[in-house]
């Protein structure tokens, strides 16, 4: 019998999507063949520290990070891959990633300069309009700059670096735009305000290294709410997903086109999931970019997946392969 391979999957982590990670690490650790892999867990708390979960044997507790971590990064350089299975800040944008690189492990999705890249929606859309893929008008604000709306209203206004909606809001007309600012400066040194999208909104999963391929997209249509925000994506029928949506078949290969474009862009690898608006019928516009996305096996990712024929288990054996195979290939560099 082959050997198992050694895998750790890093959950939690110091965002506000801490418990949405803890459910999608539950998903994987549901789903990785027992036979395959030997799987250890690694959580990371709200307050940054990393405990050595089931499967390490001791539940033993490192300090947090970078203070020196006796068994944290000592486990990770012991396995075969990491599945960093975190969301948003400290996690999903380069940080954790950062320090794999430093480890020297294969890990599951981007590395470190598209983790950040897409993470920070203003610098994402800077690199999308200069590839020619249509973004949203927007503006990034610092604090004490002067607050000024071109895009008229309704608008959105949202934290540059976060995720789940939080921090978001629909800005209906000039006196919400202030609060609605102080929101998202409560989450970030950067906000953004946006021009409205009026569209459907469709998300599209992609998987691969250099040979991306897109899933099948999929129309997110909230239940009960007007956009798509927090309660809407995680209460009990806050929406309905809708694959493929009802469009026609060229403008849905056009959605999948510029997912993949996207990806390719921002060069990320391993996965991702790419959120769009088809304005006007079929004008495709890129929202944002989730380099990892929910991952859940009921998440928006590998329903899309499933629904192309590539079923959950399936799903994370090919990212973990892709992981495997760009460590062995970026092992061959000479720095
Ligand atoms: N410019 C926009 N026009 C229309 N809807 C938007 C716009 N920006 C965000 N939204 C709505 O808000 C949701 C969350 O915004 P998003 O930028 O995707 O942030 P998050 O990273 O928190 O998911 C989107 O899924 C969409 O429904
Ligand atoms: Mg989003």
Redesign the pocket.
Known sequence: MAPRLRVAVLAGGRSSEHEISLASARSVLESLDPEQYDVVTVAIGRDGRWELGSGAGDGSVAETLPVPAANAPATLGAVDVVLPILHGPFGEDGTVQGLLELVGVAYVGAGVAASALCMD?DLFKKVLRDSGISV?R?AALRPGDPVENPFGYP??V?PAR???????S?VHDEAELGPALELAFRHDEKVLI?????GI?VEVGVLGNFEPVASLPGQ?V?LGHE???YAS?YDEGGMDLVIPPALPADVIEQVQRTAVEAFRVTECEGMARV?C?VVDGNQVVV??L?TIPGFTATSVYAKLFDASGLPYPELLRRLIDLALERRQRRSKLQY
């Open positions: 929606k949203a927007h608008c959105f949202k976060l995720g789940s909606s939080v921090g978001i629909k946006e021009e409205l999208l009026d909104e997110i909230p956009w798509y925000d994506k959120d608006f929202n944002e989730n």
